[in-house]
């Protein structure tokens, strides 16, 4: 497996490949049961948000180490509308749309690390990582 | 000069329709058209010889151009070659193979003829041999064109058998089965958030109309990812459910999914169990029947074999 690779997400069939090809990784990053479900959850939020939200982008997805922990890094980033108020759209219960609005802060809790930089008109990349807990 | 041309082409394939026939035909044979079984040389024959007659009498009236409609014909076979090849699960190599091979067979045809034209001297040779390059044209561009043609009916044919295996796959896996009077199950295998959600739902919602069913469990054990999409769905149809007067019972929750489930902060307002068996059990209370262990009654000797 190559260290990063790219994905494009355009179709809910591409947020079903994001999710195998997340799960790959964690396995291959030696995760458990558990820390793998919390990644590839947190990853199939992010994926469906810049394919519903975002209108689309792409999804690099990376294995990393750090004094001896491995982990997977997923950076989702696309060229949609972006959020005018991040502090609102990670609150639980706010959405735009007709989701239940737990997606954005969901993932949050999901992830060891998680970035977001977004601001209207230029799009929206969220970064998050997990690491082995075991 | 495509008169011209085509003509003199024409005439070459039509001189020599039984070689071209024989060596396209080795030449499929050898590039193992048959070796898997799936066409059998009876049918090949037939396809090949029936083809190169059509094609032929395209050549012969005038066509160079295969969108013209002297190859009409000669599309529709190669449609239906290609389609039935394309449903027996031929690879696109051993699809266009059909047409490709074609080639050298034709510019073998083609050179016989220049030496023919050769062998009676003077200006038939110069003449034939500058024809050669544009021939050589005319028959690479014709045959090129009907090999994307192959490809683009064998796609097209690929394309449709998996629209209908994805039909097939959304049928098979939302049975809803019956376990006891009034009791009903959904065992739910694979990812939930596709249009299946929508079949899933309006069967089970059906079936509890049809059965008048009390309680309905929704066993989740085969869905590998419950995110908040997949919950909205289970909500919505425990909310549906509710209304036709059935209750829902969710099993098969895993211990990562619950702690995920706990993370994301999505809770499903309903009666959740561990196992099938679990929420069978729930459900039999609730309507009033309860699993007792029976004295064991030994089996009369007589009769066993
Ligand atoms: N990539 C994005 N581009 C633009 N807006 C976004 C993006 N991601 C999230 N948002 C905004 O943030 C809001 C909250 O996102 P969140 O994922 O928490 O909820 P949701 O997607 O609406 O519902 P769900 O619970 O199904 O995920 C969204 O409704 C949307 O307005
Ligand atoms: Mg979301």
Redo the contacts with the bound molecule.
């Keep these: 497996m190559e260290a990063a690779a790219v994905f494009e997400i355009r179709s809910s069939d591409d947020v079903v490949r994001v999710r195998q090809e997340v799960r790959a990784r964690a396995v291959a990053a030696g995760f458990g049961l558990v820390d793998q479900t919390k990644i590839v959850t947190a990853a199939s939020?992010l994926a469906?948000?810049?394919l519903?939200?975002?209108g689309g982008g792409a999804v690099r997805v990376e294995s990393v180490s750090q004094g001896g922990r491995r982990g997977v890094r997923l950076t989702f980033e696309?060229q949609?509308?972006?959020?005018p108020d991040v502090e609102q759209?990670l609150k639980d219960g706010?959405?735009?749309?007709r989701?239940?609005?737990?997606?954005?802060?969901g993932s949050k809790r999901l992830s060891n690390e998680f970035a977001i930089d977004?601001a209207p008109g230029r799009g929206?990349r969220v970064t998050i990582a997990r690491w082995n807990s075991r | 000069m495509a008169q011209n041309g085509s003509g003199s082409v024409a005439q070459a394939v039509a001189a020599h329709q039984d070689e071209i026939f024989s060596e396209w035909l080795a030449l499929q044979m050898e590039s193992g058209a048959l070796r898997s079984g799936r066409i059998k040389e009876a049918e090949l024959r037939t396809q090949c010889r029936a083809f190169l007659e059509v094609l032929r009498e395209g050549l012969a009236e005038g066509g160079t151009d295969a969108d013209a409609p002297v190859f009409g014909r000669a599309k529709e076979m190669l449609t239906e070659v290609s389609r039935s090849r394309g449903m027996q699960g031929f690879t696109p190599t051993e699809t266009a193979a059909f047409v490709f091979s074609l080639k050298r067979p034709m510019f073998n045809a083609l050179n016989r003829a220049i030496e023919a034209a050769a062998s009676e001297g003077g200006g038939a040779v110069r003449a034939a041999s500058a024809a050669t390059a544009r021939y050589t044209w005319d028959v690479t561009l014709l045959l090129d064109q009907l090999g994307l043609h192959t490809m683009e009916v064998f796609l097209k044919t690929r394309e449709e058998v998996i629209a209908r295996q994805g039909r097939e796959i959304s049928e098979l896996s939302t049975p809803v089965v019956k376990l006891w009077d009034g009791v009903l199950a959904l065992p739910l295998i694979g990812t939930l958030d596709s249009e299946r959600t929508q079949v899933v739902m309006e069967n089970l919602l059906q079936t509890i109309v049809d059965q008048s069913a009390e309680i309905a469990i929704i066993d989740i054990t085969g869905v590998p990812t419950v995110d908040?999409?997949t919950a909205?769905h289970l909500l919505k149809t425990v909310a549906a459910a509710r209304l036709m007067g059935a209750d829902c019972i969710v099993s098969g929750i895993r211990p990562q999914i619950a702690q995920t489930m706990v993370h994301l902060g999505v809770e499903l307002d309903v009666t959740s169990k561990a196992t099938l068996a679990d929420a069978f059990r729930v459900a039999l209370t609730r309507i009033g029947r309860a699993v007792v262990k029976a004295p064991r009654v030994e089996a009369p000797a007589a009769g066993r074999r």
């Design positions: 939020e469906r948000n810049t519903d939200h975002g696309d949609g509308p972006g959020i759209a706010f959405t735009t749309g989701g239940l609005g737990l997606g954005l802060g977004s929206t | 908040t999409l909205q």
